[in-house]
């Protein structure tokens, strides 16, 4: 099962306390979600928020177990929607802003490999429909290639994936496909594999791991909901609560950084990292995801309180 990563952290710096309404914006598996409601209960409320509906079934299982059905389905308000609408979501429930919300970045473990729901993509080692969405109501990795130029390939390759080696990869990307159209994700990884110079093949990580994360990136358009996200914090989050965000790209922590420093400035918020928050060495080794987690935290309110 998926671990979640800088758990003791993100209690610490969110600081949830019995009775309040708490945000997790992508629930995952639940393994955050689990110990932010143990902080609220008993008189709290998680909403509980994620783009993929597996990911909400496996979440509500996880609380469950933990807590049994009548505690969840009191305590527990779950949206299979982005995080991008959050503000929405807060509204339409009724409930006050939040004192804590939560963002956890990218795909889980158990979107990878998990007997209980239909593989996506995300892996390139093994073979699956090529989608890398996280629903079927987002345009499909297999469906939206076709349609881009090489240099629109080269753009997203390079901008979300800093892959040197973008316009080898592109050109024979759309030289296959005049073939054949891709439909696995071992087709597309093979092909970079054949594209790139054997040296880096060899390389530390898999040659086809950088066009995969920015063709995910691309179609979830992730930082785009990262930046609505951001955009809507004052309706989300009461002053005097927190928002803390976990990303795994620097595209995304450079995101962070600089919105939570845009609201600190206009006296909006206050920074509680001055440096994002990593994970110990002792939490990397017996979690290797957790070696690229950055945490950043932000305080809803006038720098000044
Ligand atoms: C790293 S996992 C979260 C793991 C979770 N914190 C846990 O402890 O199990 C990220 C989750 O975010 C979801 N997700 C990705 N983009 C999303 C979006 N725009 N809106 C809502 N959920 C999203 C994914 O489906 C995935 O379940």
Same mark, same amino acid.
């Given at each position: =099962? ?5 758990? %003791? /952290? !993100?209690?610490?710096?969110?600081? *949830?306390?019995?009775?309040? +309404? ?12 689990? &110990?932010?409601?143990?902080?609220? @209960? *008993? ?26 059905? /009548? ?23 009724? +409930? ?10 990218? +795909? ?8 209980? #729901?239909? *593989? ?23 469906? +939206?290639?076709?349609? @881009?130029? !090489? ?10 994936? &800093? ?11 759309? &030289?296959? $496909? ?34 995969? =994360?920015?063709? #995910?990136?691309?179609?979830?358009? $992730? ?28 595209? $995304? ?12 400035? /206009? %006296? ?13 060495? %002792? &939490? ?22």
């Amino acid at each position: =099962m998926h671990t979640p990563v800088l758990t %003791n /952290e !993100v209690l610490g710096l969110l600081d *949830p306390r019995p009775g309040q +309404f708490v945000l997790d914006g992508t629930v995952g598996s639940g393994g955050h979600a689990l &110990e932010l409601l143990k902080k609220i @209960l *008993p008189d709290g409320k998680l909403l509980a928020i994620d783009a993929d509906r597996y990911s909400i079934l496996a979440a509500e299982r996880t609380l469950v177990a933990a807590f049994g059905r /009548e505690i969840v389905g009191s305590h527990v308000i779950f949206e299979h929607d982005t995080y991008a609408r959050a503000a929405q979501a807060v509204s339409r429930h009724g +409930f006050p802003l939040v004192h804590a919300a939560l963002l956890d970045l990218g +795909f889980s473990s158990d979107q990878i490999d998990s007997a209980d #729901r239909p *593989p996506r993509g995300f892996s390139f080692l093994s073979d699956e429909p090529l989608l890398m969405t996280y629903n079927d109501e987002t345009v499909a990795v297999r469906d +939206f290639l076709p349609e @881009l130029s !090489v240099a629109d390939l080269v753009k997203i390759l390079r901008e979300f994936g &800093e892959e040197r080696y973008a316009m080898k990869i592109a050109t024979a990307i759309k &030289e296959r $496909e005049r073939v054949r159209p891709f439909l696995t994700t071992r087709d597309l990884s093979e092909t970079i594999t054949a594209a790139i110079p054997p040296r880096y093949a060899r390389g530390r990580i898999h040659p086809a791991t950088r066009t995969f =994360m920015a063709l #995910r990136i691309y179609a979830n358009q $992730e930082l785009n909901q990262l930046k609505l996200f951001l955009a809507d914090i004052s309706l989300i989050v009461a002053t005097g609560g927190r928002v803390g965000v976990i990303s795994f790209h620097s595209l $995304e922590d450079r995101l962070v950084k600089r919105d939570f420093l845009a609201l600190a400035k /206009e %006296n909006r918020g206050r920074i509680i990292t001055k440096k994002p928050v990593t994970a110990s060495a %002792n &939490e990397i080794r017996q979690n290797a995801r957790a070696r690229s987690a950055k945490f950043r935290v932000l305080e809803l309110g006038s720098n000044t309180l």
